[in-house]
């Protein structure tokens, strides 16, 4: 027998907290659906909808840059969903260029096309066409692993191969079938004092990886791209695990990396994109809505789904 | 059996229905634990009988000239003697068995889990490996007889001993290398193709070694369940006292199998004495695969 039915019952009449005020909550917490506007928005505006076909809002200063990666109206669709409707964006050359945008909208996917990761994924088809320094990387007679090389990844989770530190970052020279020692250690402190993990692990480089911690972990991953001087660094949200300080760090190594490669970082954090970036494109259900020099599309933003994104009322 | 509320609750419409129900209810739950209890202490009985029984006829039969000596005919000076031969030749069939079968299911685990993402292939390869997994192993000794001594003029040999019992280990070691394979992070195969990795060198160079502790202990356990096979071997194999394997072949199981058999008292220790290392190797077996699974889940976990 319980003695909780003889117990003197308070629930009930509980004195419930003073609401929050609800229009906050609702428009910080409010799913990225377009069919529920955020309160402030009004029920005049017209959000966009998984329907809407418009030209995507380029401003005008990319066109004097120079593009290493030119995207053609490319869509990408997995089985019968389309998850990406026909994008048209160029990446400017040595320039660090931010993709941002609530989760499922199609940044990641984008981003995985670049380097042709998408082709592991089984049933997934594509239209329009991708140009890597001019050339379409989806020709029949492209040498998608010659591609790959030229292109650096970071991921979201820091996933460092279970073997040395030191082994983790030359593995792109193995690949390549190098083998004089002096140059597989020469570039291995090169890549790590680019990674800026140098100093930390330079006593330790025949130690596993996995001993490593998270933020140092993403770090040597950063290391293990940049080992083979790729072109392009394409980073998948490289800070989402990390706490404030590894992230600091991060922040810090992509504005000293850019100039000397071209990186493309998918992030959901607006304060890093705005931080970090050069240029920043706003990804919204699979198209690319508006896309221009970092601190107008975040202090000056032509549309009005922009500024509603990056000032954090929906998504 | 009263104990105290944590959490203030709503009164129940009908105080007395619901303090049955909920009595009932423990009252239940005590059952089961005890009925459970009661039937985990029945089987634990039950395998102390059987290995003490075992360990108590099998140690006193068990002298140091069963490792250093042949059998020997009843009647003979120094009968029984041991079953060196047959110990060897166990060790043998074992070891040749590993050399074809190991390979072969590992590589069509590789293929499973790596290649045949789109292949029409894979759901009939995977079937079938399941299939011949629960396949009585009386089955693949006929098989093995009817497909192998039969066509060698009924000859029997070593080797056709070895070629069943491979036949037995290549699907256990298949669907274990394409399930260990399955369990490496997808994070590790992707950066390295996005380095430029070849799918080869992908699975050569991380995918296996990532996953190298867990399929030794899949073929562990291949080993362990074709030490103690003896229909497929009787009918490939048949006994011998000699180690030439295009000959008919001795072995722990088959020789355990005819002197258990035999109306002579020295023979039936001589089998027991037999079985009791049998069931230690494949006991010492399991422990090394249990400290293989161990000393993996602590270096995932670090």
């Known amino acids: 027998m319980s003695t909780a039915a003889e117990t003197p019952v308070t629930t009930r009449t509980t004195v419930v907290p003073p609401a929050p005020p609800q229009e906050q909550i609702a428009a910080r917490s409010a799913p990225p659906s377009p069919q529920r506007p955020s309160p402030r928005q009004g029920a005049s505006d017209t959000l966009i909808t998984p329907n809407t076909q418009r030209a995507t809002e380029i401003h005008t200063e990319l066109s004097t840059e120079k593009s290493i990666v030119t995207i053609e109206n490319f869509k990408l669709s ?60 989806h020709d029949r007679n492209v040498d998608v692993i010659e591609l790959r090389k030229r292109m650096g990844m970071v991921f979201q989770k820091s996933n460092p191969f279970p073997m040395s530190i030191f082994e983790n970052v030359i593995y792109a020279l193995r690949i390549g079938g190098e083998k004089r020692r002096s140059v597989l250690y020469e570039v291995c402190e090169r890549s790590l004092r680019g990674a800026a993990l140098w100093e930390e692990v330079k006593d330790r480089l025949h130690q596993s990886a996995l001993g490593m911690s998270g933020g140092q972990q993403q770090r040597l991953c950063i290391a293990r791209a940049i080992a083979a001087e790729p072109e392009v660094l394409l980073m998948d949200e490289p800070c989402s695990a990390l706490d404030p300080v590894a992230t600091a760090k991060i922040e810090d190594l992509i504005y000293q990396l850019r100039g000397k490669y071209t990186v493309v970082i998918v992030t959901h954090n607006m304060q890093q994109a705005a931080r970090c970036s050069d240029y920043t494109a706003f990804m919204y259900l699979g198209r690319l809505i508006e896309y221009g020099p970092t601190n107008s599309i975040f202090l000056n933003p032509h549309l009005k789904e922009t500024e509603a994104y990056v000032t954090g009322r929906f998504g | 059996m009263t104990p105290d509320a944590i959490l203030p609750s709503s009164p129940p419409d009908r105080p007395h229905e619901h303090a049955i129900f909920i009595a009932l209810s423990r009252a239940k739950s005590n059952v089961m634990y005890t009925v459970s209890v009661l039937f985990t202490l029945v089987i634990l009985l039950l395998l102390v009988l059987v290995t ?251």
Request: hydrophobic residues 50%; aromatic residues 8%.
């Open chain 2, 52 to 302: 003490g029984y075992l360990v108590h006829i099998g140690f006193k039969s068990l002298h140091w000239s069963f490792f250093t000596e042949k059998p020997i005919p009843q009647g003979v000076e120094g009968a029984p003697g041991g079953m060196k031969p047959a110990l060897e030749g166990t060790c043998i069939l074992i070891g040749m068995a590993s050399v074809v079968g190991i390979p072969i299911g590992m590589l069509c685990g590789i293929y499973l889990s790596e290649y045949s993402a789109n292949s029409i292939l894979a759901t009939p390869t995977r079937f079938v490996a399941d299939v011949l997994t629960g396949v009585p192993s009386i089955v693949v000794g006929v098989l093995g007889y009817q497909l192998v001594v039969v066509p060698m003029r009924h000859h029997y040999s070593g080797y056709a001993g070895a070629l069943a019992l491979a036949f037995i280990m290549i699907p256990i070691v298949a669907r274990t290398t394409e399930e260990m394979l399955l369990l490496v992070p997808r994070s590790y195969r992707e950066a390295s193709i996005a380095l430029g990795a070849t799918k080869a060198r992908t699975i050569m160079v991380i995918v296996l070694p990532a996953a190298t502790g867990s399929i030794i202990t899949g073929v562990m356990l291949a080993i362990a369940r074709v030490a103690g096979e003896t229909a497929p071997l009787i009918f490939t194999a048949l006994g011998s006292t000699l180690l030439d394997p295009s000959q008919p072949f001795p072995s722990l199981t088959v020789d355990i199998y005819h002197y258990a058999q035999g109306g002579d008292r020295a023979e039936q220790q001589l089998a027991f004495a037999g079985i009791l290392i049998l069931i230690l190797l494949i006991f010492v077996l399991n422990v090394i695969v249990r400290g293989f699974i161990a000393t993996i889940s602590r270096q995932r976990t670090h």
């Open chain 1, 78 to 137: 997995y089985g019968k969903a389309e998850a990406l409707h026909g994008i048209n964006m160029t990446i400017p050359i040595g320039k660090v260029t931010a993709l941002i945008g609530p989760s499922g909208c199609g940044k990641s996917t984008l981003l995985r096309s670049i380097n042709r990761l998408n082709d592991l994924i089984d049933n997934i088809r594509l239209e329009g066409r991708i140009l890597f320094n001019g050339q379409p990387i």
